[in-house]
């Protein structure tokens, strides 16, 4: 296998994995979405710990991880 798209054939995917996936490629890349820049691979703990809150806020306020956490009481 050597693509996602690959991946996203298998019979335990539906459409909604399929359409999930290409709306969230597409906010990847929309410069509107305000994610984090690049952090430095030599960055100290506390800015790597910043970065990666930093990253889960952007992603909460978007309402990607929605799809992260099951049932109805999240």
């Known amino acids: ?3 996602m798209a690959e991946a996203l054939d298998w019979p335990f ?3 909604a994995h399929r359409g999930l996936h290409a709306r969230l ?3 990847l890349t929309d410069p509107g979405s305000n994610l984090p ?3 430095s691979p030599h960055a100290p703990q506390a800015e790597l710990d910043a970065h990666c809150r930093d990253w889960v806020r952007v992603l909460v306020d ?3 991880l929605r799809h992260a956490v099951g049932g109805t009481a999240f």
């Open 25 to 27: 490629a597409r906010w």
């Open 37 to 39: 820049l690049p952090l």
């Open 13 to 15: 995917f539906e459409d």
């Open 62 to 64: 978007a309402g990607w």
């Open 1 to 3: 296998m050597n693509s």
